[in-house]
Nanobody, 119 residues
Framework: VQLQESGPGLVKPSQTLSLSCTVS??????????WNWIRQPPGKGLEWMGA???????YYSPSLKSRASIARDPSKNQFTLQLNSVTPEDTAVYYC????????????WGQGTQVTVSS
């Protein structure tokens, strides 16, 4: 199983950050997993942002719920993240991650993609 993030590395403040995660070796239509976005700002720990399940039900961190949107595209075996109204505090390495349902243990990670928010 492989996960690969893609998207712009530089986003201007107040704009929308858009990332995609392409999954190979597993079907995102599976009812056995959650598909997550996790980020790590410089010098800080990992932050779970949200996830989506096989029924297209999204789950978000309360701190990001008003700005984040996660969706699936089973035809491309991809899932996506949009984060609106970004600020420099959204600068981080962004990871897409597969977790099981119960417990939601992470078993596969993408390599991560650096996103910098700067004018």
């Amino acid at each position: 199983v492989q996960l690969q993030e893609s998207g712009p590395g530089l986003v201007k403040p107040s704009q929308t950050l858009s990332l995609s995660c392409t999954v190979s070796g597993a079907a995102i239509a599976s009812n056995l997993y959650y598909w997550n976005w996790i980020r790590q700002p410089p010098g800080k720990g990992l932050e779970w942002m949200g996830a989506i399940d096989y029924s297209d039900s999204p789950y978000y961190s309360p701190s990001l719920k008003s700005r984040a949107s996660i969706a699936r595209d089973p035809s491309k075996n991809q899932f996506t993240l949009q984060l609106n109204s970004v600020t420099p505090e959204d600068t981080a390495v962004y990871y897409c991650v597969r977790t099981g349902l119960a417990p939601p243990t992470a078993d596969y990670w993408g390599q991560g993609t650096q996103v910098t928010v700067s004018s």
